[in-house]
């Protein structure tokens, strides 16, 4: 045999092009399969993510809509008079926006950046069109307003296609001309703490679905099957209900007329005039959310605790150590991987809850994510609230990496 000659198939071609052609169709295949879950993940979750965080510093409504006046804006130092030239622009478009209905999105606009603006366009719009020159004067003697430089000042800032306005608004900062990045009074702060609430509910939440959660992955781990079996029914039960039913279930219960109140009253606890305030608040939210999230809690910690050999404590015990030695040196540091996946996967969910904080939350339990539905539905600042969620996703990222870090992802267990 000639070793010098390469190994070839039964067709005569080298046996290695064979090889290689197999592994492409091989590796094509398995693309195949990939390729339409990839194109769902990115259209229904990437995409959208992107877009939103576009919104976020991008809104050219104004540019859009005011093509005269946003030329001579950019070039304006934001600090002088505006001149009648301006002025004279201004008129132009108003006129434009009067005939092509659009002057109530310029109007919404600036009426981000500077608060009461609104009616000033609409109703200088309605007039645009007697206006005659000089505009500046004109339009001052229509409403005093237009001989405010702030109400310049916010065009010139809503003329900005790409700002970091709304990310400043939802650190309850302004973004100015002449100043930069400017703070608000405490007193009108919202978002700042509307944050940090959020942040405290869902760690309260995460430590109490903890210390409910532990000790019955750890009974649904070691009892007997038949025991297990129907233990982990009662734990899988609340996902067969509805969240809304769950969450309304929750209203009749810690009402100051419901079955935790009266049970209160007659143990003697309070008096029939003086019950408890449970629902509706923080309080209310905290109480709700960790019974919805429980299972999310308890599941991971099951995965993990039933992969503990029962040995370790038995030889643990054998070697003189105590139940309660035994168990906080031998067995709850293994189950570390389950806890952090539990409390990930609870404060991750909880940060971004929604219905139940705006059914029992009232004034004081609600949360951020309630904020960014008020803006994506009623004031309809949709780039407000993709700032919001901004922050929100960036939080989560934070919150993961410090994960990696800590405990190190590999180690998550979920199941």
């Avoid at 505006?82 to 009067?98: C, F, G, I, K, S």
């Avoid at 007039?127 to 405010?148: Q, R, S, V, Y």
């Avoid at 009892?223 to 209203?251: G, H």
Wanted: glycine share 6%.
């Amino acid at each position: 045999m000639d070793v010098s000659q390469p190994i070839t198939a039964a067709d005569g071609t080298p046996l290695k092009k064979k090889l290689a052609q197999a592994m492409f169709r091989s590796k094509l295949r398995a693309t195949g399969l990939v390729v339409p879950l990839l194109a769902f993940v990115l259209a229904s979750f990437v995409f959208p993510i992107l877009a939103l965080m576009w919104q976020g510093i991008h809104n050219d409504t104004f540019a859009r809509l005011m093509p005269n006046l946003t030329e001579e804006l950019r070039v304006w130092d934001g600090v002088s008079d505006p001149t009648e030239e301006m002025y004279a622009l201004l008129v132009a478009d108003l006129r434009q926006n009067r005939a092509d209905k659009t002057i109530g999105k310029v109007a919404s606009r600036v009426n981000q950046e500077l608060a009461g603006t609104r009616s000033l366009f609409t109703s200088t719009a309605r007039k645009a069109k007697k206006l005659e020159p000089p505009f500046k004067e004109a339009l001052i003697k229509t409403k005093k307003k237009w001989g405010d430089i702030k109400v310049w000042q916010a065009m010139k800032l809503t003329n900005q296609s790409l700002t970091p306005g709304f990310y400043a608004t939802s650190l309850d900062a302004r973004y100015t001309v002449d100043q930069g990045f400017v703070m608000k009074e405490e007193k009108r702060q919202i978002y700042t703490k509307l944050f940090v609430r959020t942040l405290m509910i869902s760690g309260s939440v995460m430590l109490l679905c903890l210390l409910l959660g532990y000790p019955v992955a750890y009974l649904l781990a070691t009892l007997p099957l038949k025991y297990s079996n129907l233990l982990m029914i009662m734990v899988l039960l609340p996902f067969w209900t509805s969240l809304l039913v769950r969450t309304t279930a929750w209203i009749a219960i810690l009402q100051s007329q419901g079955v935790v109140n009266d049970l209160l009253v007659w143990i003697g606890i309070t008096g029939d005039e003086s019950r408890f305030s449970l629902i509706y608040n923080m309080t209310g939210t905290i109480i709700a959310m960790t019974h919805i999230l429980l299972p999310f809690m308890i599941l991971p910690l099951y995965s993990v605790m039933k992969t503990i050999p029962p040995s370790y404590m038995r030889a643990a015990r054998s070697l003189g150590a105590t139940p309660t030695a035994a168990f906080i040196k031998v067995y709850m540091p293994q189950t570390v991987p389950g806890i952090g996946a539990g409390g990930l996967l609870v404060f991750i969910l909880a940060i971004g809850y929604y219905i139940t904080p705006a059914l029992v939350g009232g004034q004081d339990g609600q949360l951020i994510s309630n904020m960014i539905a008020y803006h994506m539905q009623k004031s309809l600042n949709w780039s407000l609230a993709a700032a919001l969620g901004g922050l929100l996703l960036l939080g989560v990222l934070v919150l993961y990496w410090a994960y990696d870090r800590i405990i190190g992802i590999d180690n998550m267990k979920l199941g």
